[in-house]
């Protein structure tokens, strides 16, 4: 973890106890202090998303050869876990607020369990963060832990804070999730933590500036003298007498009509970012359809060729099986198939082993010879002579005179002890064996036929099947378009509403501090609010004044028409936006083209930056999408390098090319390539750049020396 000190600006020191406001929040901040600067050191994943194992980015920008360097450069193609990165700061700050206000604990849950990497044996990730933040010029460090393990449904979830090393211990720790929220407010970090759909959102989205109204307010310091004014309006209407009641019981009806309303809308919103994520899966969909489409079978004929070479290998490994299989046949095999007649010959022969070879077992031998000899002749076919019989009593009379141990005819008869033990293989080694290789043959030929058929299937694509898919996604794409509009329209009406009642709440509020006269406490408060009314007035004035100026700047400084856009007129109630030609009429957005719509949200994001006075790191997710080159270079060499003291820059391998990665250069502290592995889903971050691009040798040596 950095140490304290390491760079100019950090951490602030942790809010005096006060007493909340309406919402009865102990740790809010009502003043206006120093500006606090933020610098994050550190980012670590632990098994999260595509990130196996524990990977670490450092985040802190460098300074050389004495000049500061802010951007942070990370470079991934699609999929490769860029947004992974903005998503674990968010996670880590805000927990379940990282999805939105309104996302329930097991929605919660089953997103925390959805992030655990996908790996054998893995049950659990985390995310921890470092930063400096600082008040006032006192710099401190902080490191936030967020860590979760899933058994089965269940998800526990744990989190650490800690302020220069040690836990906090001012703030309790049921009290740190909202801790963490005020140091840097969920609704501010939208404005410096952003992707490029946020940027799509409001440079498409006519409604996108009533969306940015609160978060705008927050930025700009505004909603504190508005929460101010409803807490002196709560207590000079409490402190009224009955001819007041009305008024206080309107004032409350108001306050519970805009806290309803102000549900619906963000329910509205969540069904609306539902719906918009669906419509861009879709699109993603429809566009693989498409390519495909359009390849006609050159996907299928690529697979067909690994196949066949599987088929190839599958093939010699059965012919092998088979081939011990049968030299297996040849030898001790047949005996497995019998194995009670086996075991009966092996008990027999066992107990014949422990006689065979005793000499008194020879000379009963002889005697039954001499006996059967004696016998009638009816029963042998054979006619022996006398030589015969003489020669045959000769041999057994001589072994058994010698001994029966010591002929080797008698020896290999009686003593049975390898046959017992080749016997013995059968259960030993001939049946497993046996079974191992049907089970092995039995497994080749399944995948041969799964590979046969996954060939009949190559071999069966085609044009008139990809054009029916092509046709279904195109259609379901067109019915959550329209979707989208409906939930749109729904959202704007809701939002009609609530700018309604906070009007008619307002006008109340100034009515009541204005005939507030009869007691010294009520007038005092009554004075207050009408110095923040006109503080509030003018703080607006000037800040509206200062954001209309630094926007027309950023615009001209990004747009390629440099007169486009002459002045911009903000509306005080909603802060919606609207631009002025050079020659003082009005330019609708709609005039603008895609890339001026970006170049127009990415101006205004900037402005409100500026305006608001607050050291904070930029972390900024591929902005290039819909750009042309000239708009690209532009915000290479005027925008990144200039956005904050810290900007970390998330791109593809085709939105920062060879050539703005040159430009870019002198202002590039370091720099990461995400690397993914499609055979074991899993993304490695490695120094340096993309290779196999424009961008020059000399480059890619520097970024990685770097």
């Known amino acids: 973890m950095a140490q304290p000190g390491r760079h100019p600006g950090g951490a602030e020191p942790e809010p005096s106890r006060v007493r909340g406001w309406s919402r009865g929040c102990r740790w809010r901040r009502r003043g206006f202090g120093a500006p606090r600067r933020m610098i994050l050191n550190r980012l670590q994943f632990t098994d999260f998303g595509l990130y196996a194992g524990r990977i670490e980015f450092d985040l802190a920008p460098r300074r050389h050869r004495g000049v500061a360097a802010p951007i942070i450069l990370v470079g991934g193609r699609n999929g490769a876990g860029k947004t992974t990165l903005l998503e674990g700061v968010r996670l880590a700050l805000y927990g379940r607020r990282a999805l939105g206000p309104r996302v329930s604990r097991q929605e919660y849950h089953a997103y925390l369990a959805g992030r655990v990497h996908r790996g054998a044996g893995v049950a659990g990730a985390s995310v921890e963060i470092a930063f400096d933040y600082a008040e006032a010029g006192v710099v401190h460090t902080y490191r936030v832990l967020r860590a979760w393990t899933v058994a089965g449904q269940t998800v526990n979830e744990i989190l650490e804070l800690e302020k220069d090393g040690a836990p906090v211990h001012a703030v ?136 066949e070479g599987e088929l190839v290998e599958l093939g010699r490994q059965r012919l092998a099986a088979e081939h011990e299989l049968r030299d297996m046949a040849n030898r001790l095999l047949p005996f497995a198939m019998a194995p009670k007649v086996v075991g009966s010959f092996l008990t027999a022969f066992r107990h014949a082993a422990g006689t065979a070879n005793d000499a008194g077992t020879v000379s009963r031998l002889l005697g039954d010879l001499r006996a059967w000899r ?94 029916d898919d092509l046709r279904a996604t195109e259609q379901t794409l067109g019915a959550l378009t329209a979707t989208v509009k409906l939930r749109q329209d729904a959202l704007a009406t809701v939002r009609g509403r609530l700018f309604t009642l906070e009007r008619e709440r307002r006008t109340l509020i100034d009515v009541q501090a204005q005939s507030v006269q009869s007691d010294e406490r009520q007038a005092l408060a009554a004075r207050v609010g009408l110095a923040l009314a006109e503080y509030e007035t003018r703080l607006l004035d000037r800040k509206l004044k200062d954001l209309r100026s630094e926007f027309v700047e950023c615009f001209r400084l990004l747009a390629r028409k440099a007169d486009f856009v002459s ?73 990144f390098p200039a956005a904050s003291h810290q900007v970390i820059l998330l791109s593809t391998d085709t939105e920062i090319d060879g050539e703005l990665a040159d430009g870019l250069r002198p202002h590039i502290s370091h720099v990461y390539r995400l690397d993914y592995d499609a055979e074991r889903c899993t993304t490695s971050a490695q120094p340096g750049y993309f290779r196999g691009r424009p961008t020059s040798t000399r480059l890619i040596d520097a970024l990685q020396q770097a």
């Open 172 to 307: 309790p720790r049921e009290e740190w999730h909202q801790f963490l929220q005020e140091l840097i407010p969920p609704g501010v970090s939208q404005l410096f933590f952003f992707d490029g759909e946020k940027i799509g959102e409001i440079a498409d989205d006519d409604a996108g500036d009533g969306q940015l109204a609160a978060a705008i307010k927050a930025l700009l310091g505004l909603d504190l003298i508005g929460r101010l004014q409803l807490d002196l309006g709560v207590f000079l209407a409490r402190q009224k007498d009955r001819e007041g009641d009305a008024l206080v019981a309107r004032l409350e009806g108001l306050t519970a009509e805009i806290e309803a309303e102000t549900a619906r809308a963000l329910d509205l919103s969540d069904a609306l970012a539902e719906v918009v994520s669906a419509r861009h899966a879709q699109a993603q969909k429809a566009d693989r359809v498409r390519n495909a489409f359009v390849a006609e079978g050159g996907e299928a004929a690529l697979q067909r060729s690994r196949i």
């Open 374 to 467: 004696e016998a009638p002749a009816d029963g042998r076919a054979a006619d022996w002579s006398d030589d015969h019989w003489s020669d045959l009593l000769a041999f057994v009379s001589r072994e058994a005179s010698v001994g029966a141990a010591t002929s080797p005819a008698f020896r290999e008869v009686g003593d049975g002890a390898s046959a017992l033990a080749r016997l013995d293989e059968v259960d030993r080694a001939a049946r497993p064996r046996a079974m191992a290789l049907r089970e092995q043959l039995d497994g080749l030929v399944e995948t041969i036929q799964a590979h046969e058929a996954s060939l009949v299937r190559a071999n069966g694509a085609a044009s008139g099947v990809l054009l």
């Open 567 to 639: 002045d911009v007129l903000i509306d005080r109630d909603t802060f919606a936006m609207t631009l002025l030609d050079g020659s003082g009429q009005v330019l609708p957005r709609s005039a603008l083209s895609a890339g001026e719509k970006q170049i127009y949200a990415i101006a205004l994001l900037w402005a409100l930056a500026r305006t608001s006075g607050r050291p904070l790191p930029m972390i900024i997710d591929t902005p290039l999408a819909r750009l042309d080159t000239e708009h690209r270079a532009r915000l290479a060499e005027r925008y």
